[in-house]
């Protein structure tokens, strides 16, 4: 069998226009702009309107990210959505997007569920269809609105979250030096109560009582999942580093999950990495789960940060628990 090589041809990115900013968030709930930047980094974050969904975002930046990469939506042949937010439980997100943008009919379409990890696992995937031959054009995105599922009267979450998609075309290429060079997908389930969503599955299906009581919502034991990020966020970018044997001198940019500015300086201190190498937007959109990274390294991309030729680490961490590093040769 040939392998392949899996080049990223072309990012887009997609956020909604109304913003809310911490003096938003003062209004409604017992906070302040000082404590949430401090403890956060975060000063904005992206919410959707009513016309806006995760799906009609991710349409938008796979549009975009089709546009760089200067390929048609017929040319796709497998599209992977990272999402814990569809638009319905079914059909996936995937496939409103196979009809938005007119790909052929028959082509693979599929949502996945990572959390925060999403866009990193959907990266993995699609790299390893096209190594295999099994595809030659996949369309990757991670797409969210944590608007839909947080509450607004917890200051202990509501701070955080944010909406938007960011979405990558990867092209099959006979340059194997190309493309993901090494990845790493992590899960440790003793931790899935840590971030999670009580209602609303097969488990507790919705009902007046659960919704009037916000089990939708997404619930958080903030301090542990923070312990459990600055633990294995420095170790997953470090082993990514290691494993293409790299220095981390060699690295031209972090891509890290952005959920707090604080887990992002641990593990940049910690690996010895300056401040200008690690990728961060959390100020503009707080932490937008598996379309974070996504949205990360198309803004890094537009602006120069990285390109061609450059080594990058992208990592996600968080809901599941799960955890997901690739070491990129864009
Ligand atoms: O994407 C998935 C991964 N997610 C993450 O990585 C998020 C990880 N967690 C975090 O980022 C942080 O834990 C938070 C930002 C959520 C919280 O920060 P913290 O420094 O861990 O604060 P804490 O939960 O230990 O709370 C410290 C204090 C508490 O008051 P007392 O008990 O010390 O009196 C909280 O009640 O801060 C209080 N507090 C707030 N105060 C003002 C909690 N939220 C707020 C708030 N405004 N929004």
Redesign the pocket.
């Known amino acids: 069998m040939t392998i392949h090589g899996a080049l990223i041809a072309g990012t887009g990115s997609c956020v909604p226009e109304r913003q809310l900013t911490n003096f938003d968030l003062e209004k409604m709930?017992?906070?302040?702009n000082d404590?949430?930047v401090q403890?956060?980094g975060i000063h904005e974050r992206r919410i959707a309107s009513a016309g806006e969904s995760s799906a009609s975002l991710a349409i938008i930046a796979a549009q975009r990210a089709l546009a760089t990469a200067n390929t048609s939506p017929a040319e796709i042949d497998l599209i992977i959505c990272a999402t814990i937010t569809p638009d319905m439980p079914t059909p996936s997100n995937a496939c409103l997007i196979q009809q938005a943008l007119g790909c052929r009919r028959g082509i693979g379409a599929m949502d996945l569920n990572a959390?925060?990890s999403g866009f990193v696992y959907a990266l993995v995937t699609a790299t390893n269809f096209i190594k295999t031959g099994s595809a030659k054009t996949v369309l990757v995105v991670g797409a969210e609105t944590l608007s839909r599922i947080t509450d607004y009267t917890d200051?202990?979450?509501c701070?955080?979250f944010g909406d938007g998609a960011g979405a990558a075309v990867l092209k099959q290429t006979t340059d194997r030096s190309v493309g993901v060079q090494a990845f790493e997908l992590g899960s440790d389930g003793t931790g899935s109560m840590l971030?999670h969503v009580p209602a609303g599955g097969s488990r507790q299906p919705a009902t007046a009582e659960s919704v009037g009581a916000k089990l939708h919502t997404l619930k958080?034991s903030?301090?542990e999942?923070?312990k459990f990020?600055v633990a294995q966020m420095s170790e997953s970018i470090q082993k990514a580093i290691n494993a293409c044997g790299l220095t981390s001198d060699q690295i031209k940019l972090v891509i890290p999950?952005q959920?707090?500015a604080?887990?992002i300086d641990s593990a940049a201190t910690k690996i010895g990495l300056t401040a200008d190498r690690m990728f961060v937007n959390i100020h503009r959109y707080g932490?937008t789960?598996a379309a974070s990274v996504a949205i990360a390294l198309d803004e890094a991309i537009r602006a120069g940060r990285c390109g061609p030729g450059d080594w990058v680490v992208i990592i996600g961490?968080?809901?599941g628990l799960t955890w997901a590093t690739v070491t990129v040769k864009l």
């Open positions: 709930v017992d906070t302040s404590w949430i403890r956060t959390a925060c200051r202990s979450t701070i955080l971030l958080m903030g301090r999942v923070f990020a999950h959920s707090n604080r887990i932490n789960s961490i968080g809901g």
